[in-house]
């Protein structure tokens, strides 16, 4: 009777999103539905499972999954419900299915407001951005202004003009709050539809704001611009900017828990270029790297890495990079981390193209039935190594600095 109703209500709010859209008749990737499965088994953390059960949506939406990603999203009771749903309507808009996104539209504005998320900054910002998507100009600058936080409203005002330079509607006199993702990838997208005339200028807008964003971000985004400078057929920028990411990655801390995902993405771009040595010993680099942060963010990393060795057409490699990774989530003593570890696994495999290995399904299975806890794989003598002399080196530095004096009277501290 429960499923009956569920079929019932996922169709009731899937109505009006087929005569715009019709899902692929194949069939989902077997991960992405072990992921969905996942999904009930983070238990005591609404807001955790809301994060994946986004990039889930997300995945599947990529995929051209919209109304299995709709399905996904729209029971979930956190703020990342709507969000996602506000995203899909984004994706959709860009890809022309306005039908479609505005549909996806009205059911986020629905679920937020049945959710109680109305107010939430997360759901705020996104509800702007996709308006401004859907050319709404008029919607966009309502809800711009509905955005009390300054730095909130900066946030979506930026992300406003990203999705106004992709359309065209502004192209020249932009100025942006922030320089974030969004402008480089808007300007690189903006860049591949312009006329000859306009491309350089494009690409030159794209990379004068990747230059500007935080450092984490820095070498994916200057990899965006090679990749869209050499689909333009600019060979000399397209090298130029593809060194200048290298440099920019080299500086990232090993200990900065993205650092290797992010190492591993210009590694994957840097194999479509033809460097696959370099690629290869970056990729070698971060694997290592990837062992130095708590456990909760080896599997990710790891993952990514994965990814890399496959751009590499290194099977054998991936699959035992992989291992490692479940391998480690299987460890952790928290069961959240174990699933939410899996997923990622799960999700990096569906990016990649490929299904789990036997060996990495038997570990992914073990922890869905529960089992796992026992610690996390010990570390090679070579990552010892490495991890022991960054914990000297911090410990050096913190003794160079001195102890922080502590200026604060009693009576502050108690406050």
């Not at 910002?125 to 996709?130: K, L, R």
């Not at 699933?339 to 999700?347: A, D, F, G, H, R």
């Not at 010892?384 to 502050?412: F, H, L």
Request: glycine letters at 6%.
């Amino acid at each position: 009777m429960m499923n009956f109703a569920f079929l019932l209500l996922a169709t009731v709010l899937l109505a009006g999103c087929g005569s715009s859209h019709q899902d692929p008749m194949a069939k989902l990737s077997p991960s992405v539905d072990a992921s969905i499965q996942l999904l009930p088994k983070i238990t005591d953390d609404i807001d955790r499972r809301g994060f994946y059960t986004e990039k889930i949506a997300e995945t599947v939406a990529l995929e051209g999954y919209l109304n299995k990603a709709v399905e996904v999203v729209s029971f979930d009771p956190s703020a990342h419900g709507p969000y996602t749903l506000y995203s899909i309507a984004i994706q959709m808009a860009r890809k022309g299915d306005i039908s479609a996104a505005r549909t996806i539209d009205r059911k986020a504005q629905t679920l937020a407001k049945d959710k109680g998320h109305t107010d939430s900054r997360m759901v705020m910002i996104q509800a702007a951005i996709a308006k401004a998507a859907l050319a709404d100009d008029s919607g966009a600058e309502r809800a711009l202004q509905a955005i009390s936080t300054p730095y909130d409203q900066k946030e979506a005002e930026t992300g406003v003009i990203a999705e106004k330079i992709r359309s065209g509607r502004l192209t020249t006199g932009v100025t942006t709050p922030l320089a974030t993702p969004a402008i480089t990838e808007a300007w690189c997208a903006r860049a591949l539809k312009a006329a000859p005339s306009d491309r350089k200028q494009f690409l030159d807008n794209a990379v004068s704001n990747a230059r500007t964003t935080f450092p984490i971000q820095r070498p994916r985004l200057l990899g965006l611009c090679a990749e869209t400078a050499r689909t333009l057929g600019l060979k000399e920028e397209a090298s130029g900017y593809l060194s200048e990411a290298v440099a920019a990655s080299a500086i990232l801390s090993d200990l900065i828990e993205d650092g290797p995902i992010e190492k591993s993405k210009l590694a994957a771009i840097l194999a479509d270029f033809g460097k696959k040595d370099e690629a290869r010993e970056i990729l070698d680099k971060a694997r290592v790297a990837s062992r130095l942060p708590a456990s909760f963010f080896q599997p990710p990393a790891l993952a990514r890495v994965a990814e890399g060795y496959l751009k590499l057409d290194d099977r054998k490699k991936a699959d035992e990079v992989w291992l490692e990774a479940a391998q480690n989530a299987k460890g952790h003593v928290h069961p959240n981390a174990r699933v939410i570890n899996s997923i990622e696994i799960y999700l990096s495999h569906v990016r990649a193209g490929v299904e789990p290995s036997a060996d990495v399904a038997t570990v992914l299975q073990a922890i869905e039935r529960g089992e796992g806890g026992d610690g996390v794989m010990t570390v090679s003598p070579e990552i010892e190594q490495v991890r022991n002399r960054y914990i000297k080196q911090v410990t050096n530095e913190s003794k160079k600095k001195g102890p922080t004096p502590n200026k604060s009277s009693p009576t502050e501290k108690s406050k």
